[in-house]
Structure formats: C-alpha cells, structure tokens
C-alpha cells in the first residue's frame, strides 16, 4: 500500500470534515513560515536518522517493529481530531470504536462477559489488573515468576502488596512445585502467569497454574502484553488458500497442497486463558500498533465497583458508561482507539488475519532453533516458545566469562558494516540458569550474557538463513577472539 496517499486520504477526509462545520477564523500566532518549518524538519529529520533500522529483518533485537501503514493511516485520520477517550465527552465516536476493539480482543480469549478497555501501555494494564487483585483479595500478596516482567514487582510496590517470586525450571517457566509450596501458605491472593516472558518468551503452564490455584480461591492474571495474539497460533495450521502457495491453484482438481499442519504454538497453556481473571496484551507489541496501545480485560464484569470515582466536570454528555470510570488514567489517546480499530478490519483476530503475521516469525524461531542446534559456531540456550530466540557462541564446554565476552562482541561487531549490519541484543542469565541448561558449563563469573533475537516482523523468514550465515561468521571472529585472548592471558600468567 502507498502509505503517502493513504495519509493523504486521512487529510483530505479531516479537512473535508473541518468545513462541513462551516467558515472560521484563523489566529496567525500559530502561524509557522514554510522555510522555519522546513529548516527545524532537516533537524528533525537528521536526528532521526541515527535511528535503528526496525522495519529491517537485519533488526532482531528487542521487541520493536514500526507501525502497520493501515495503523498509521487509522491513527493519523483520528488523531487530526484529537479526541480523548476518557470520556465520551472527549471521544464519543472513538470510544465506540474502542469498546469495538476492546470487543474484539475479549473475543480472541475467550470471555463470553467482559469488562475492559485500552490502556496506554502494558505496564499500565497490568496495574489495574494488580489494583482490582488487591481490592479483590485483600490482604493477601501477588506472586509471579523470577522470569516475569519487572513491573510487577514495581506495581506490587506501589500498590503496597506483598510480592513473592517463584523461581523457573529450565525453560524459564513457573515451577509448579514452588508455586505450590507458596500456595499452601495462605499468602498470595493473585498468581500472575507470563504468557511469553520478555526475555526469553517462556509461556508459563497456565493450564497447570490453574488446576492449583482454583482450589485454593486464588486469581490468576495473564500478562500477555507480548504473547497475547499468539493464542491465534494455538489452533491447527488451516489449509492454505489457493493462490497464496506456488503452484497451488483453485480447482476441482485434488491439490497438491500442503495438510493442514499442527498448531504452531502449544495450545495447552493459551485454551487456559478463558479461565483467567484478567489479562492484559499489548496491540503495541504484536497487534501491528504504535507506541500508546495496551489492554486490560476482566473476565467479571462487576470489578468496576472498584474503580468507583466521580468527576465534576466530565461525564455530562452521557448516561452510557465513560472508559474513564473503569480506567485508572485519565486523558488517553482516541486515536489509538481508532488506528486498532481499522487494522482489525484488514487482519481480523483470527488464524488467517493477524494469525498470517505472527505465524512467519513462529516459524522462523523454529527453523533457527535448529539451524543453531545443527551449527559448530552457536549452541541453542533453550528451544523457543515463541518468536524469540536465544543462543550464544559454541563453547566445548562453555566458559561463562566467554561466552558473555563473545556475545557481546557479536553484538557490537554486527552493527558495524553496512549491507552486512545485524542488530541483535544480549540478555544477562544467571550462572544458575545457565548450568541448568548445560551442567557441563564452566561458571567461573556468577552470570553471564548470551544473545536474544526476537523475530517479530514476518520478513524474518525469508531473511533467515542470511541473518543465520552472518551471525555465525560473527561468532567464528568473536571465538578467535576470545581464545587469543584467553592464551595471551594464560601466557601472561604463564
Ligand atoms: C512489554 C511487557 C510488559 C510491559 O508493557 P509496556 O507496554 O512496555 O509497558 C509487561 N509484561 C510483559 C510480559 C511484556 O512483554
């Protein structure tokens, strides 16, 4: 799509709207001259310059990706007009179109009732999530795994809540049994499972989680502000369309199609998430969205006694509920509302609408996994649950200082070089966390840091195998590097 006519289109529609409103004055201490204008954009626009190339599967590094053109074509059209999605004061047309969406993402769950709205940012749904655990089980703490994100500790603080980590197993998921001994302790009121961890994507057993916390009247909350829409993985492959694989065509004819294949991602864990309290997931993230789009849902509709305020001067142009009086926020952007709103009209939360996007980045992380296990320059730190991949330079065994030494010379030598530029981003895990995966490493440094790559733009499939050539080639040159310097420093001891 031309992204400059559609914005043109956004223009064009808002103008159109500004005179159905008639004549009105302008004020010129607004006005800009085109060639100040034009001076500060070159200083803008060189800034800008000096950024990170994210639209580029070269970049895989941290969870970054630019906006869908059908998002920012959405945001723009609504963000022209400004509105404020508090209240339907403020936003009574995108309001609508956020309790849509809002809608629309409680559907892909699974909740049949819901109370929910968007939220500027994960961290920020996960704070209502936290808010309503405590009015809702008080005096009683929130746990959540040594993996999760480090919000919630932050949140549990704020909130003036116990918080207890339960420590992983050696795929960086809840350890059942430790969450079990924690459970009979009468402690944790709220039991938050990471559905895709931030730095290793681990999907935490949700399913099992469940099975020990219904018994004991305990909440659970799925953060899923990264994994979320990969619940559309969790059902089998559908046959491909006819024309979207080569040589595949429409007919009568039996086709020599692919079968349908099996569900990308373990769908145990994500046919749990009906089951949830709340659950939060962030359109920022996998929904295609810029910066300013989280989601907080709620399985009971009555948490909103919670929330209970007043304002004195909003709420008058409706008796219909405002988002404001179920949102901890106050002002948030409408248009954020309204670019969600139109992507969902192209991908759909199905399979074969956003599914299509995630799906290629899936099957990337699992075809690098094994390109990495199959390598004599990388080892696999552990198999991907998700999208992201983790690994480090081949050690026999494995010296800690090392590998953490050749990682992240891999990661500044690949983004030197042009054409041959990878971006990819390193991850600090404990010396613990490590030996948990190979007993036979050398922990000679009680952490170490190993390489992180999230696959989350569909190009990285047909990008992989030279992203895989590149970083291997790195690898070689880090590894050379690292044992010259091991022998000049054994020399030197020598
Ligand atoms: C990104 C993330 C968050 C925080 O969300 P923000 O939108 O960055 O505030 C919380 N939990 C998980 C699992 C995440 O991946």
Redesign the pocket.
């Known amino acids: 799509m031309d992204l400059a006519h559609w914005l043109g289109r956004a223009v064009e529609q808002h103008e159109k709207w500004q005179d159905g409103h008639g004549p009105r004055p302008g004020h010129p201490a607004l006005d800009v001259a085109d060639a100040d204008l034009s001076a500060a954009f070159d200083a803008l626009a060189e800034r800008l310059d000096g950024s990170y190339p994210f639209f580029h599967p070269r970049y895989a590094g941290q ?1 970054l990706k630019p906006p869908h053109p059908v998002a920012v074509t959405g945001y723009l059209a609504a963000m022209l007009v400004n509105p404020n999605n508090h209240a339907l004061d403020g936003g009574p047309t995108s309001s609508a179109l956020e309790e849509e969406v809002v809608e629309a993402l409680a559907a892909m769950f699974g909740y049949r009732e819901h109370l929910g709205h968007l939220t500027s ?6 704070l209502e999530a936290l808010f309503v655990a405590r009015e809702s089980h008080p005096g009683r703490g929130v746990a959540f795994s040594a993996e ?2 480090y ?2 500790a932050r949140m549990c603080h704020l909130l003036g809540v116990d918080a207890y980590t339960v420590p992983v197993d050696a795929r960086g998921r809840m350890d059942l049994d430790a969450l079990e001994r924690l459970l009979s302790t009468g402690a944790v009121g709220t039991v938050v499972a ?5 730095g290793l994507g681990a999907v935490d057993p949700l399913h099992r989680i469940l099975e020990r916390t219904r018994p004991a009247g305990v909440r659970v909350h799925a ?5 979320g829409f990969f619940t559309l993985l969790a059902e089998p492959e559908p046959e491909p369309e006819p024309g979207t694989v080569p040589g595949l065509e429409p007919g009568p004819e039996p086709r020599n199609a692919p079968a349908p294949g099996p569900a990308l991602v373990d769908p145990a864990p994500w046919r749990a998430l009906p089951s949830c309290d709340s659950v ?1 997931v ?1 359109p ?2 996998h929904g295609l969205q810029p ?1 300013g789009c ?1 989601a907080v849902l709620f399985r009971d509709p009555e948490v909103r006694r919670f929330y209970g305020h007043d304002s004195p001067y909003t709420y008058f142009t409706s008796a219909r509920p405002h988002l404001g009086e179920i949102s901890l926020e106050c002002s948030r952007s409408g248009a954020a509302a309204a670019a969600l709103w139109l992507t969902l009209r192209l991908f759909p939360l199905t399979r074969a609408g956003l599914g299509r996007v995630l799906a290629p980045g899936r099957r990337a992380a699992l075809r690098w996994a094994g390109l990495i296990g199959a390598s004599p320059r990388l080892d696999l730190y552990q198999p991907p649950d998700l999208d992201i991949v983790t690994y480090y330079p081949h050690g026999a065994p494995p010296v800690l200082s090392r590998v953490a030494a050749a990682s992240e010379e891999i990661m500044r030598e690949g983004m030197r070089g042009g054409d041959d530029a990878v971006f990819l981003s390193t991850s600090r895990v404990s010396a613990g966390a490590f030996t948990a995966r190979r007993p036979d490493a050398v922990a000679d440094a009680e952490d170490t840091r190993i390489l992180r790559s999230v696959l989350m733009k569909p190009e990285a499939e047909p990008y992989l195998d030279r992203l895989h050539a590149r970083v291997e080639a790195l690898a070689a040159g880090a590894l050379g590097a690292a044992r010259a310097g091991a022998a000049v420093g054994e020399a030197r001891r020598g």
């Open positions: 969870m940012s994960g961290t920020l749904g996960n999760s994100h919000t919630h990471t559905m895709g961890t931030t953060d899923a502000a990264y994994g939060v962030d920022h993230k910066y989280g």
